[in-house]
């Protein structure tokens, strides 16, 4: 008997596989759009220095590689808690709020939808349309029933008028995953009237938000970016978020991230946070360390957040230098209107509006990498390179 006779192949992850084609293509002249990770003037995804700072004191001062606690490092819990919520959070101040530590804002989402699979039986959740590709496959795998609410037409314009009606026929009790900043695939961020309007309908359909904050620092600022996820944990007694430390503490690899909880009061939310723990231990058991150390060594530390500060402004700061610059890279093809809405985008992504074929085109002809779905990395681009990208994306424009 074969046991594994049965079994199909599956096509390789949309994102994910474009990492191993890019690596394949033998052009020098290549360009790596594709997977979500920040780039510098050199082409290098960089350390931050104030990780490698905090990481030479972990290994100087690290006595111990027992086990975490299923909700992982404690000081990173209550340190990711008040970046997200804000140090001055009632929430957190009536303490009906905490994080949990996760492997990476992905392992925060599984919690989060197995969570609401076990404890919340027949919720459905409503996904933008679009949104990250493993949104979709996550919450189905997990049993969820999922539906999508209208997001961006396809004129690639956000339509919040759509979005508002659809989520305001939502079955009450559903979920509604809502991103807080620099919207994955698009870049479309909602305005801070939108977020109110959004506010009230979940309030009138007695929906549960789940929002994914993967992005802290990378739209308009740490504080900035927080403001929508603030005024949700203010305005309401209960809420999920899930955060992520890839892009702005640059730790991708060390899968470092939080499901935070707030709650209706102290006693309920020990009554999810031990749900939570039980759930995770099916899963991952405890969290992993090293990243989360890191990351509460630089919170926990005047000086290394300062430094920390500076340097995730300076990623933000430069992407969007590089919208800016491929708009105007466009600009002597007679193509800067049809893509001024790069540079209005927010965060490593942009929904460019070229064709699944157009894609195609770039990568066959030009050896230019991005999500079939028309997205790019902006974080990927290369200052010096601007003018190349913008060639190949008005020839296979024409
Ligand atoms: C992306 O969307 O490219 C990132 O979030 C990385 C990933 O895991 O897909």
Same mark, same amino acid.
């Given at each position: 008997?074969?046991?594994?006779?049965?079994?199909?192949?599956?096509?390789?992850?949309?994102?994910?596989?474009?990492?191993?084609?890019?690596?394949?293509? /033998?052009?020098?002249?290549?360009?790596?759009?594709?997977?979500?990770?920040?780039?510098? /003037?050199?082409?290098?995804?960089?350390?931050?220095?104030?990780?490698?700072?905090?990481?030479?004191?972990?290994?100087?001062?690290?006595?111990?590689?027992?086990?975490?606690?299923?909700?992982?490092?404690?000081?990173?819990?209550?340190?990711?808690?008040?970046?997200?919520?804000?140090?001055?959070?009632?929430?957190?101040?009536?303490?009906?709020?905490?994080?949990?530590?996760?492997?990476?804002?992905?392992?925060?989402?599984?919690?989060?939808?197995?969570?609401?699979?076990?404890?919340?039986?027949?919720?459905?959740?409503?996904?933008?349309?679009?949104?990250?590709?493993?949104?979709?496959?996550?919450?189905?795998?997990?049993?969820?029933?999922?539906?999508?609410?209208?997001?961006?037409?396809? =004129? #690639?314009?956000?339509?919040?008028?759509?979005?508002?009606?659809?989520?305001?026929?939502?079955?009450?009790?559903?979920?509604?995953?809502?991103?807080?900043?620099?919207?994955?695939?698009?870049?479309?961020? *909602?305005?801070?009237? @939108?977020?109110? %309007?959004?506010?009230?309908?979940?309030?009138?359909?007695?929906?549960?938000?789940?929002? @994914?904050? /993967?992005?802290?620092?990378?739209?308009?600022?740490?504080?900035?970016?927080?403001?929508?996820?603030?005024?949700?944990?203010?305005? *309401?007694?209960?809420?999920?978020?899930?955060?992520?430390?890839?892009? #702005?503490?640059?730790?991708?690899?060390?899968?470092?991230?939080?499901?935070?909880?707030?709650?209706? =009061?102290?006693?309920?939310?020990?009554?999810?946070?031990?749900?939570?723990?039980?759930?995770?231990? #099916?899963?991952?058991?405890?969290?992993?360390?090293?990243?989360?150390?890191?990351?509460?060594?630089?919170?926990? =530390?005047?000086? *290394?957040?300062?430094?920390?500060?500076?340097?995730?402004?300076?990623? %933000?700061?430069?992407?969007?230098?590089?919208?800016?610059?491929?708009?105007?890279?466009?600009?002597?093809?007679?193509?800067?209107?049809?893509?001024?809405?790069?540079?209005?985008?927010?965060?490593?992504?942009?929904?460019?509006?070229?064709?699944?074929?157009?894609?195609? %085109?770039?990568?066959?002809?030009?050896?230019?990498?991005?999500?079939?779905?028309?997205? /790019? #990395?902006?974080?990927? *681009?290369?200052?010096?390179?601007? @003018?190349?990208?913008?060639?190949?994306?008005?020839?296979?424009?024409?």
């Amino acid at each position: 008997m074969r046991h594994f006779g049965q079994i199909a192949r599956v096509p390789g992850d949309p994102i994910l596989g474009l990492m191993e084609a890019f690596a394949a293509d /033998a052009n020098p002249a290549k360009l790596d759009l594709g997977v979500g990770v920040y780039k510098d /003037a050199r082409g290098l995804t960089p350390i931050p220095r104030a990780v490698k700072l905090a990481e030479q004191r972990l290994v100087e001062g690290e006595t111990s590689k027992s086990y975490i606690g299923g909700h992982g490092d404690a000081l990173f819990s209550a340190r990711l808690a008040e970046l997200v919520l804000g140090a001055a959070s009632p929430a957190l101040a009536e303490q009906r709020a905490a994080a949990s530590q996760t492997p990476g804002g992905t392992g925060a989402l599984r919690l989060a939808a197995d969570f609401i699979g076990h404890c919340l039986p027949g919720r459905g959740i409503w996904l933008s349309d679009p949104t990250w590709p493993i949104h979709e496959t996550l919450f189905a795998e997990a049993g969820l029933r999922v539906g999508h609410y209208p997001y961006v037409g396809a =004129d #690639n314009r956000l339509d919040v008028e759509a979005m508002l009606e659809t989520l305001g026929r939502l079955p009450q009790g559903d979920v509604v995953l809502l991103h807080a900043c620099c919207h994955n695939p698009t870049g479309f961020d *909602l305005g801070q009237d @939108d977020w109110q %309007r959004v506010l009230e309908v979940v309030k009138a359909r007695e929906l549960l938000p789940l929002i @994914d904050f /993967a992005y802290q620092g990378f739209g308009d600022g740490l504080e900035q970016d927080a403001w929508a996820v603030r005024l949700f944990a203010e305005a *309401l007694p209960e809420l999920l978020i899930t955060s992520s430390c890839s892009k #702005n503490f640059g730790l991708y690899r060390e899968r470092t991230g939080a499901l935070l909880v707030c709650a209706a =009061d102290t006693g309920k939310l020990q009554d999810v946070r031990s749900q939570l723990a039980s759930i995770a231990r #099916n899963l991952w058991s405890t969290p992993p360390a090293h990243g989360a150390a890191v990351v509460a060594s630089i919170l926990d =530390d005047d000086e *290394l957040k300062a430094l920390w500060i500076d340097e995730l402004d300076a990623m %933000r700061q430069r992407v969007a230098a590089l919208r800016q610059g491929l708009v105007e890279a466009l600009r002597p093809h007679g193509l800067a209107e049809r893509f001024a809405h790069i540079a209005v985008q927010r965060g490593m992504f942009s929904y460019t509006g070229l064709s699944p074929r157009q894609v195609q %085109r770039l990568r066959e002809e030009y050896s230019v990498y991005m999500v079939g779905s028309g997205r /790019a #990395n902006v974080a990927g *681009l290369d200052a010096q390179r601007l @003018d190349q990208l913008a060639s190949a994306i008005a020839r296979v424009f024409s």
